[in-house]
């Protein structure tokens, strides 16, 4: 059964950093893609970052690139969300997916909150 396990969310004041890391379990990722996505109150959920498992090619939403850097370590079956310069409007809940054609497996996801 596949599992992603969100962490690492929490408070910060607006600047500062945050570490997401997505626990991965119960297959093998290889040629998955894994991303993260984010959910304001009141707002739809909305994509962040993603990574192939296998070839690493990367993308990032817009209002993210610069600032934030996804990243996966294979021995640990873990994808990483780095997030640098955080802004009160990065304020959301926070989910780990991954999926082969279209995002089937999604984590619960970690609450991150931004003050001004």
């Known amino acids: 059964q596949v599992q992603l396990v969100e962490s690492g969310g929490g408070l910060v004041q607006a600047g500062g950093s945050l570490r997401l890391s997505c626990a991965a379990s119960?297959?093998?990722?290889?040629?998955?893609?894994m991303g993260w996505f984010r959910q304001a109150p009141g707002k739809e959920r909305e994509f962040v970052a993603s990574i192939r498992w296998t070839s690493r090619i990367i993308t990032y939403a817009d209002s993210v690139k610069g600032r934030f850097t996804i990243s996966r370590d294979n021995a640990k079956n873990t994808v990483y969300l780095q997030m640098n310069s955080l802004k009160p409007e990065d304020t959301a809940v926070y989910y780990c997916a991954a999926g082969l054609d279209a995002y089937g497996y999604w984590g619960r996801g970690t609450q991150v909150t931004v003050s001004s």
């Open positions: 119960g297959r093998s990722f290889s040629g998955y893609i």
